[in-house]
């Protein structure tokens, strides 16, 4: 939801407003003002009670409503904050209310943080803090779930005093600069508000654009709301409850004590929040048949399968320790997965036995795949995986490994997969091999790639998808260490005056000759948490002295969370097909060799048959003219550049594009 700015900031006004201008500035801003609100009211209080105490700060600021009283600024603001703090325009009566609002919603929320350790509880509240209007009966309340970048936010935010969140909020929403923001915090009473405002600069990781984002997203958005039934059993086991002490009362005048039913999930103290999402009759489950039959082919299309999909025990116990992980329990998570409880209920993918172990796994909100395992006999502890999903698709959600032993994996495939094969990429011209799937869609043990040194092989799986979901094709998928596997495509290098061309599944002869090259490469991205992998055949060369050709390939490993990685290889002529490119540039967090990076330049030193050593360098399409310079100076116009160099010459490889602007080679 957009968020109105007023037409000029202020750390604050001393000036009380009247009803009418007050009352105004909180129509107007009461998205922004309650959004505030919520971010600095402590986390302990759980998202329900959260977005209730922000609504009730923001209606309770009205003059006229008994809050907390005003105080004045403190005396110690430094000279030069003091100063700095632009005045509301005079004229601007809703600015100035904005402003003197702002201050007593800021004050009130920053006031909970410091009640005392008995509160909130049966004791009577602070009168400025006691429960008011909204209350909500028999529902809870939620903002909308965001994705893994903001529930990271919140456990950053979470782990902070309630002054750091109001600077943090103070800098990015309501725009001040680090002197107002000061100004403010002191004016609403914070501690030491200079040391809050220099701990928020560290918050979001340094990207203040992304974090402000961030912020203004549904997560953080108390107005804009999800609701859920609160726990019926336990509700209606407390009204039981009430009903028969008051007869005992009347009956016999005694004081009877109530001991309240558990619900169908106990969890710890402090772990009510996620209670209903932990309880397994709340598990989503998917029709059988939905996959082929909507427009969303991921896993929110998987049905729940697996013997124990009915066990309430085990799926009680999967939910338990994921709400709350023991100390010693084996937890492993690719970036961006965070190991926190489910915000709402997830969907079960699977439940049964695999390989000794009992499997769970969950879908949570479109974000994440949990395994949950437990060994079915011995002393074993439970394990827990995380893996970040979201956007899967036809073919990134199309498997997750249900157990892993020695040098073989098993895996549970999507309902649209209609065949299913293995091959070894480092055997292009062998056939693919067929591979049993038990009725549950889990397979028979599939070779890992050796996570060692060595590299004799490179297994596989061929998957094809129903042409019940129209996109009927084979594509290929490979384990590198994550719940889900990735997939593998290939782009070939553009024809004489024809357009970039889109990568496509590795599958043919070309892709499946230039993955047996440089498949061994994939071991650098084990457990980095990739979705998928292309090949860019971006340029072929002809090498000096004989012409022999030698292709230079892009390889872009594209992240869960975004970011990419980039190998660039020279593949230079062997009578092997299997002989390894030579990785010449690696570089990572970028764009390169995508859809939004289309521009590239690799260099390389190489040595001929005659012993003579050369810099050579190749670039995309778009590359008109190649330059060297340092110890050699030459230039070459087109894509490709070869000249004689000493072997241990430093040279640097520029590139000019043909609509203008250069590159640099990857190093």
């Excluded at 009380?16 to 600095?40: D, F, K, S, T």
């Excluded at 124990?308 to 320790?321: K, M």
């Excluded at 084996?330 to 965070?338: C, D, E, H, R």
Aim: one cysteine or more; aromatic letters at 6%.
């Amino acid at each position: 939801m957009p968020i109105h700015q007023p037409q000029q900031r202020s750390s604050g006004s001393s000036e009380r407003p009247g009803v009418p201008q007050a009352e105004a500035a909180l129509v107007e801003h009461y998205p922004r003002l309650v959004r505030l609100a919520y971010l600095v009211l402590p986390p302990a209080l759980g998202r329900h009670r959260r977005v209730l105490a922000a609504h009730a700060s923001v209606q309770r600021a009205l003059p006229g409503v008994r809050t907390t009283p005003e105080a004045p600024a403190r005396a110690r603001v430094p000279a030069q904050t003091r100063g700095a703090v632009r005045p509301p325009a005079p004229d601007d009566g809703v600015t100035c209310a904005y402003a003197w609002m702002r201050l007593r919603v800021l004050r009130t929320a920053l006031a909970h943080e410091r009640r005392p350790r008995w509160w909130p509880g049966r004791l009577p509240a602070p009168a400025a803090l006691r429960p008011s209007l909204p209350a909500v009966w028999g529902l809870r309340l939620f903002p909308r779930a965001g994705g893994a970048a903001e529930l990271a936010l919140d456990q950053e935010l979470s782990a902070v005093p309630a002054a750091v969140r109001a600077a943090f909020a103070l800098r990015l929403l309501e725009e001040l600069d680090e002197p107002e923001a000061q100004a403010l915090l002191a004016r609403a009473g914070a501690r030491d508000p200079a040391r809050a405002v220099r701990a928020a600069r560290r918050l979001g990781a340094g990207d203040r654009a992304g974090a402000e984002t961030l912020l203004r997203s549904g997560e953080f958005d108390p107005c804009v709301l999800r609701t859920r039934p609160s726990d019926l059993l336990r509700r209606r086991h407390r009204m039981r409850a009430v009903a028969g002490v008051a007869a005992l009362c009347v009956v016999a005048g005694g004081v009877v004590a109530l001991a309240e039913e558990g619900s169908a999930v106990r969890l710890p103290a402090g772990r009510s929040t996620f209670a209903p999402a932990l309880d397994p009759a709340a598990l989503l489950r998917t029709a059988a048949e939905e996959w082929a039959d909507t427009s969303r082919v991921d896993f929110t299309a998987w049905p729940a399968r697996g013997d124990r999909t009915e066990d309430r025990q085990l799926l009680g116990r999967a939910l338990r320790i994921w709400g709350r992980t023991p100390r010693g329990t084996p937890v492993s998570t690719t970036p961006g997965a965070l190991p926190v409880p489910p915000a709402q209920p997830p969907r079960l993918l699977y439940a049964g036995d695999v390989d000794g172990a009992a499997v769970v796994l969950f879908h949570d909100g479109g974000v994440r795949v949990v395994r949950y395992a437990e060994p079915l006999s011995g002393s074993g502890t439970p394990a827990l995986d995380f893996v970040r999903t979201d956007d899967a698709d036809v073919t990134t959600g199309a498997a997750v490994v249900v157990s892993r032993s020695g040098d073989s994996a098993r895996f549970l495939l999507a309902p649209w997969i209609s065949q299913t094969t293995t091959r070894d990429l480092l055997r292009p011209n062998t056939a693919a091999r067929a591979l049993k799937v038990r009725a549950d869609g889990v397979t028979a043990a599939v070779a890992r790639p050796s996570p060692g040194g060595s590299c004799d092989s490179w297994p596989v799986m061929q998957l094809r998808s129903s042409e019940r979901i129209v996109e009927k094709h084979a594509f290929l998928v490979t384990d590198l260490g994550d719940l889900t596997p990735v997939h593998l495509t290939f782009t070939p290098k553009p024809g004489g005056g024809a357009p970039a061309r889109q990568p496509r599944e590795a599958t043919g002869g070309p892709a499946l000759l230039s993955w047996a090259r440089t498949a061994c490469s994939l071991q650098a991205l084990r457990g980095t948490g990739v979705r998928a992998v292309n090949n860019w055949d971006f340029a072929e060369q002809r090498l000096p002295e004989g012409g022999a050709p030698a292709q230079w390939v892009c390889t872009r490993a594209d992240t869960w969370q975004g970011p990419g990685r980039v190998l660039v290889q020279f593949l230079g002529p062997d009578p092997s097909l299997t002989a390894p490119g030579t990785v010449v540039g690696d570089a990572r967090d970028t764009a390169l060799c995508s859809r939004f990076g289309q521009h590239v330049l690799g260099g390389t030193r190489w040595r001929a048959p005659s012993g003579r050593w050369y810099v050579l360098a190749a670039g995309s399409r778009a590359v008109s003219r190649i330059e060297a310079t340092g110890a050699v100076r030459e230039t070459a116009a087109g894509t490709t550049l070869a000249v004689r160099a000493p072997r241990n010459a430093s040279v640097e490889l520029t590139a000019r594009l043909r609509e203008g602007g250069s590159l640099t080679a990857v190093r």
